[in-house]
């Protein structure tokens, strides 16, 4: 399922919230062109239409598996002196809200008060 979400986004893009606002794509057209003819045709359709509903376990560990790496880009940019992304904290607080599982709620926690850059500062 994780597969299926990110496919379509090789042709359509990965869009943030902001992309969303202004435009939009079609993810089981892109899906669609890319696995024709392969024994994943049907398949690959169907759980990326799952994946969208949200209503299964696995649909909701994938989606909040998209907005972790959200949280860690944006961190990770904020940390490097990016101070728009600083001012995003009540954008970033909405977010976490649509957050499904603890586990991911725990994650983004740990991101918002880790330094991204600590481990390899060592190096330099």
């Not at 893009?13 to 062109?33: C, H, L, P, Q």
């Not at 909040?64 to 880009?73: K, P, R, S, T, V």
């Not at 990770?76 to 001012?87: F, I, P, Q, T, W």
Request: glycine share 2%.
């Amino acid at each position: 399922m994780a597969l299926s979400h990110d496919i379509p986004e090789s042709r359509t893009g990965d869009f943030t919230m902001i992309n969303k606002k202004y435009s939009t794509r079609d993810e089981v057209a892109a899906m669609k062109d890319i696995i024709a003819d392969t024994v994943f045709d049907e398949e690959m359709v169907q759980l990326l239409e799952e994946e969208k509903k949200r209503e299964s376990i696995e649909a909701q560990i994938v989606k909040d598996a998209d907005m972790i790496d959200q949280f860690l880009e944006c961190a990770e940019k904020s940390y490097d002196g990016m101070l728009l992304l600083k001012d995003w904290k009540g954008v970033m607080d909405k977010l976490y809200a649509s957050l499904y599982t603890e586990s991911a709620r725990t994650l983004r926690k740990q991101i918002e008060s880790t330094n991204p850059r600590q481990r390899h500062e060592q190096f330099f």
